[in-house]
């Protein structure tokens, strides 16, 4: 009985013994466990930061990336517009020194067409000669002023040439002093284009024709005065026109 008793607490002992080591290891496999999956949930957290991170490191480096890719092209179509206006001032620089000289050029080929045109109207018939002679001096001005355009300097030029072109259309009548024979008077004078320079006192008493030959007024009568008279009242329209027979003088040598 006794050795049945001493098996009977060894066996409780033994019970007793396992159990704590059981509840022992069962709470070192808890902790284990739970320090285990503390671990992971951190390190799957380190992870998941890590990601997202790089994710942004990503996203960043892909718009940086685009950027660059955006300011290469910007920077080549900046290369290509520098080249083209470096281009463009090439070409205007070598357009202004052509229209300098071409300026150069036409000046001086203006004064030339107005020394042809001063000696044409100094040897044509002295009609409207203050008239004409002021145009001259005054376009020759211009021509010499340093401020005037080029442009301004050819338009004068050819306004006055166009002036003296129409003188070969016209037939007027215009007041004037002239001298004739050495008398100083003033005569109604008529300029029938370039072809002849008639004069008439105001009463129509006394007339006559600029005479090439001799570079003077000279008074004529009879039948070749009447026929100023009628030419005189055609171009102030007293007459209608007709067909006259005008006397033209000698012609100049």
Same mark, same amino acid.
């Given at each position: 009985?006794?050795?049945?008793?001493? /098996?009977?607490?060894?066996?409780?002992?033994? &019970?007793?013994?396992?159990?704590?080591?059981?509840?022992?290891?069962?709470?070192? +496999?808890?902790?284990?466990?739970?320090?285990?999956?503390?671990? =992971?949930?951190?390190?799957?957290?380190?992870?998941? *930061?890590?990601?997202?991170? !790089?994710?942004?490191?990503?996203?960043?480096?892909?718009?940086?990336?685009?950027?660059?890719?955006?300011?290469?092209? =910007?920077?080549?179509?900046? =290369?290509?517009?520098?080249?083209?206006?470096?281009?463009?001032?090439?070409?205007?620089? !070598?357009? &202004?020194?052509?229209?300098?000289?071409?300026?150069?050029?036409?000046?001086?080929?203006?004064?030339?067409? &107005?020394?042809?045109?001063?000696?044409? +109207?100094?040897?044509?018939?002295?009609?409207?000669?203050?008239? /004409?002679?002021?145009?001259?001096?005054? +376009?020759?001005?211009?021509?010499?002023?340093?401020?005037?355009?080029?442009?301004?300097?050819?338009?004068? @030029?050819?306004?006055?040439?166009?002036?003296?072109?129409?003188?070969?259309?016209?037939?007027?009548?215009?007041?004037?002093?002239? %001298?004739?024979?050495? *008398?100083? &008077?003033?005569?109604?004078?008529?300029? @029938?284009?370039?072809?002849?320079?008639?004069?008439?006192?105001?009463?129509? @008493?006394?007339?006559?024709?600029?005479?090439?030959?001799?570079?003077?007024?000279?008074?004529? *009568?009879?039948?070749?005065?009447?026929?100023?008279?009628?030419?005189? %009242?055609?171009?102030? !329209?007293?007459?209608?026109?007709? @067909?006259?027979?005008?006397?033209?003088?000698?012609?100049? =040598?």
């Amino acid at each position: 009985m006794t050795t049945t008793l001493v /098996r009977g607490t060894m066996l409780v002992l033994l &019970l007793t013994t396992g159990t704590s080591w059981a509840q022992s290891a069962a709470d070192q +496999v808890t902790e284990t466990t739970t320090q285990a999956l503390e671990t =992971r949930q951190g390190s799957q957290a380190q992870l998941d *930061e890590w990601a997202a991170e !790089r994710a942004a490191l990503k996203n960043r480096w892909d718009v940086a990336r685009a950027q660059v890719a955006y300011l290469e092209q =910007r920077a080549a179509l900046e =290369r290509d517009r520098v080249l083209a206006l470096e281009a463009a001032g090439d070409e205007l620089a !070598r357009r &202004l020194e052509e229209s300098q000289r071409l300026e150069a050029s036409l000046e001086d080929t203006l004064l030339v067409i &107005l020394g042809r045109l001063e000696d044409a +109207v100094a040897a044509d018939l002295p009609f409207l000669a203050a008239e /004409r002679d002021q145009r001259l001096i005054s +376009v020759r001005s211009e021509l010499s002023d340093p401020g005037a355009t080029a442009s301004d300097k050819l338009r004068r @030029v050819l306004e006055a040439l166009l002036i003296e072109a129409r003188y070969g259309g016209t037939f007027e009548v215009y007041q004037d002093r002239i %001298e004739v024979a050495g *008398e100083e &008077l003033t005569g109604d004078l008529l300029h @029938v284009g370039r072809l002849g320079l008639f004069w008439l006192t105001p009463d129509q @008493v006394r007339g006559g024709v600029w005479d090439p030959g001799t570079g003077a007024f000279v008074e004529l *009568e009879g039948g070749e005065l009447d026929a100023i008279r009628r030419a005189g %009242e055609m171009a102030t !329209r007293r007459r209608p026109v007709g @067909v006259l027979g005008l006397p033209l003088g000698r012609t100049a =040598r």
